[in-house]
């Protein structure tokens, strides 16, 4: 039953992230971690993150802004390496109060940014590269940071979507080999991995079809909900484990 509601989670979750950009670590991490625990949590949700970042890239392929991938990944990718060695040597529990923490404040920091209209050039999206990159190593997901960068670089809809998963894919992958090189991604983390990444792939497809119709503001109300439910879950976790 744990298996069926990972999958059924994934679906969901990847669902909604094909539709507003992100989210879909941010609900499924909070089940992984439950289900396996936050160390194997990490890189299982690394290895699908992979997964539904290539599906969002092919459903809108011929959208990519390769330079503004370009200017991302040229910073982020080293850093997601980084953050991921950085994170191999924390206790479990530190992980989880990480994780909840960052969710948290994501809420708050999405609004100023939005609120102060901040316009993105190509090397904004570098020096948040660096940034992002080094904290997707560590705490999982930062859609919520990523996601307001590339719409202030000036991008929407389909080209926001691929552009966005196409950076976070070099990201991920380089975070999913590290842990690999440090012997964090074994074949079963990596199996657990593909199982919730097809899951996730399989909502970003279904989620195609509703882009063009979705009010961006209800869902950017939702993705606050989501990410305080998800953070508190997290907090729960590490005082309860």
């Not at 997964?51 to 392929?61: D, E, P, T, Y």
Request: glycine fraction near 10%.
């Amino acid at each position: 039953m744990g298996f069926l509601f990972v999958l059924a989670v994934g679906l969901i979750a990847g669902t909604l992230s094909g539709i507003v950009g992100t989210g879909s670590s941010i609900m499924l991490m909070p089940v992984l971690a439950y289900e396996y625990g936050p160390k194997e949590a990490v890189p299982i949700m690394a290895v699908a993150a992979v997964m539904a970042n290539l599906s969002r890239i092919l459903a809108w392929w011929r959208e990519v802004d390769w330079r503004a991938c370009a200017a991302y990944s040229v910073t982020g990718i080293p850093a997601a390496a980084l953050g991921a060695r950085t994170l191999l040597i924390l206790p479990s529990q530190a992980v989880d109060i990480t994780i909840g923490l960052f969710l948290m404040a994501m809420v708050p920091v999405r609004h100023w940014l939005t609120r102060h209209e901040i316009k993105a050039n190509l090397w904004h999206l570098a020096l948040g590269g660096a940034i992002i990159g080094f904290l997707t190593g560590i705490v999982v997901s930062t859609g919520p940071l990523s996601v307001p960068l590339f719409l202030f670089y000036g991008l929407s809809k389909g080209a926001f979507l691929a552009t966005e998963a196409a950076s976070s894919l070099g990201l991920y992958l380089s975070k999913s080999v590290t842990f690999q090189r440090f012997g964090a991604l074994t074949p079963d983390i990596l199996l657990k991995g593909l199982i919730a990444g097809g899951s996730l792939m399989a909502g970003a497809f279904v989620a195609k079809r509703f882009v063009l119709h979705m009010k961006p503001d209800v869902f950017r109300l939702v993705m606050d909900g989501i990410m305080l439910a998800a953070g508190l879950s997290m907090l729960w976790n590490a005082t309860h484990s």
